[in-house]
């Protein structure tokens, strides 16, 4: 009984772990793309603001836009810039197609982290009334939750600096039934300000922010052990 007790802890740990990871991955995702400061340094980095003639503070108006879209506090992309006096439309009709695609998978990733936190929360307590509601074997649960992951951030991060490009392509082949994504830097803006560096910048940021988080996570569950070890 006592050792599959401990089998089912187990288990619910590392149920836990892959949940908490959900969490943060998708909370440092949003985090970063609330952030215009970000969106301004990665266009500087890739030369957006020359490679699309846009003033800075017109393209930096259009990413707010764009986000609040993605985020769901704005119905439409109808964003105009000024092109060599010219008027324009941001983005084409192939773009917004593939935006469209892109605000549903936002909309997921927040309906997604929303049941991830109630499913940890059900499974802390379990774990707690598993470890006999003792404080610090509970504790001690939540380092080994927040430590669990790091395999997993190792191997992700392998997988971006070798080949970022497959994982990439994998990436869009998994979550878009379509092939919109596909652009072209010579007549779809979108891939000019986003280029694919852009993307392996954001994801080795959140796996970054990631680490610190689980980290913190772990030091935390220590310093409250050591003291009540005391």
Not at 30 to 43: A, G, P, R, W
Not at 75 to 80: E, K, Q, S, T, Y
Not at 151 to 163: C, E, N, R, T, W
Request: positive net charge.
């Amino acid at each position: 009984m006592k050792g599959c007790k401990k089998v089912l802890t187990l288990v619910l740990k590392i149920i836990a772990a892959l949940v908490l990871t959900t969490i943060l991955v998708l909370t440092n995702l949003e985090i970063i793309v609330s952030n215009k400061n970000y969106f301004d340094t990665q266009y500087q980095r890739y030369n957006v603001y020359d490679n699309l003639s846009i003033d800075r503070e017109q393209l930096l108006g259009g990413t707010h836009h764009l986000i609040s879209y993605l985020e769901g506090r704005q119905d439409n992309l109808d964003i105009l810039v000024n092109i060599e006096s010219d008027t324009v439309k941001l983005f084409n009709t192939k773009e917004i197609l593939h935006l469209e695609d892109v605000r549903v998978l936002f909309e997921q990733g927040y309906r997604l982290r929303f049941f991830s936190i109630l499913i940890l929360a059900v499974l802390l307590i379990l774990i707690y009334r598993l470890t006999g509601k003792d404080r610090v074997s509970f504790i001690k649960s939540i380092r080994h939750i927040s430590l669990y992951p790091l395999v997993l951030i190792g191997i992700l991060a392998a997988a971006f600096i070798s080949d970022f490009n497959r994982f990439f392509t994998y990436f869009h082949l998994i979550f878009f039934t379509n092939d919109l994504w596909i652009l072209n830097p010579q007549t779809d803006r979108l891939i000019v300000m986003y280029p694919e560096g852009f993307f392996m910048d954001t994801a080795l940021l959140i796996l970054g922010l990631f680490l610190i988080e689980i980290i913190a996570i772990s030091v935390l569950s220590t310093v409250f052990i050591k003291r009540r070890s005391k």
